[in-house]
């Protein structure tokens, strides 16, 4: 079965930095694009970055660009996002993603909450 597990979300002030993981398990994870989605309350889920499969390419939300890298390791089928300069707005919990097929698959995701 098809299973995603975020973690290292958790409270930080603004101008910090965090570091997200999603642990994978359950499909060929090397071959597949793996994304990042946050969600804040009251607002649509929204992609916050992507990476293929071999890692050679990235895309980010505007809003983040500069700010957050996206990165993978396909020996240890985990996919993270590195966080830096982080505003208040980017508040959400961030949810780790993969599309096999149809078939989108998410973890429970994490809360990320930057407050001073």
């Known amino acids: 079965q098809v299973q995603l597990v975020e973690s290292g979300g958790g409270l930080v002030q603004p101008g910090g930095s965090l570091r997200l993981s999603c642990a994978a398990s359950?499909?060929?994870?090397?071959?597949?694009?793996m994304k990042w989605y946050r969600q804040a309350p009251g607002k649509e889920r929204e992609l916050v970055a992507a990476?293929?499969?071999?890692?050679?390419?990235?895309n980010y939300a505007d809003s983040v660009k500069g700010r957050f890298t996206i990165s993978r390791d396909n020996a240890k089928n985990t996919v993270n996002l590195q966080m830096n300069s982080l505003k208040s707005e980017d508040t959400a919990v961030y949810y780790c993603?993969?599309?096999?097929?149809?078939?989108?698959?998410w973890g429970q995701g994490t809360q990320v909450t930057v407050s001073s």
């Open positions: 993603n993969a599309r096999l097929g149809l078939r989108e698959y």
């Open positions: 359950g499909f060929t994870f090397s071959i597949y694009f």
């Open positions: 990476i293929s499969s071999a890692g050679g390419s990235t």
